[in-house]
């Protein structure tokens, strides 16, 4: 499939709406595997991220290839900006997650906007486990000076 390819639209929804709907299918059983967790936990953040964000971001070396190319990937957002942390705390709320993503008990954030992607439901330790793998990019990725980040 050709979707990585394409670098113009951030909303297409035709390829996004396949790989979610074909992401989503998979995550149902993984994330029922995975127990319950208290602060963020690197290898579950890992898990979620490759279900449901690396078919538009780069995650890491598993997808390095893949990803949206107009999206930016995580190392690129866990090291380029000061707030990484607020960015990744509250990634749903930022578009263009809300159209499709939402975090459990706090249902579809911008109900007025229609789905352009099949709807993703995350448990809200997720995110503490995301902020986790993105901490951990971050220090893997970022040498002492800042040059490597792009
Ligand atoms: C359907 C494609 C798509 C999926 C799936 C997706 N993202 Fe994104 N994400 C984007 C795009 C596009 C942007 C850039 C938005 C912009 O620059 O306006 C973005 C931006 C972000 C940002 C930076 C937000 C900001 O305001 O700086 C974070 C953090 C992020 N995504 C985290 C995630 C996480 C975590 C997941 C998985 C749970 C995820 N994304 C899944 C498309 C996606």
Redesign the pocket.
Known sequence: MDCSGRSEP?LPGTC?GRQ?ARGAALTAGMLAVAGPVGAGSVEEGRK??NE??S???VVGEANALGG?G???SFRM?ATA?KDWPS??ES?YA????PA??SIEGRGRLREDLPPN?HPVT?PARAIDD?VALAEEIRARAAPKGAGKAK
């Open positions: 951030k996004w979610i979620v991220a449901h964000c078919r538009c971001h949206i107009s999206t930016p957002l900006f960015r990744f990634f930022r578009r263009p997650h499709f993503l992607a995350l995301l």
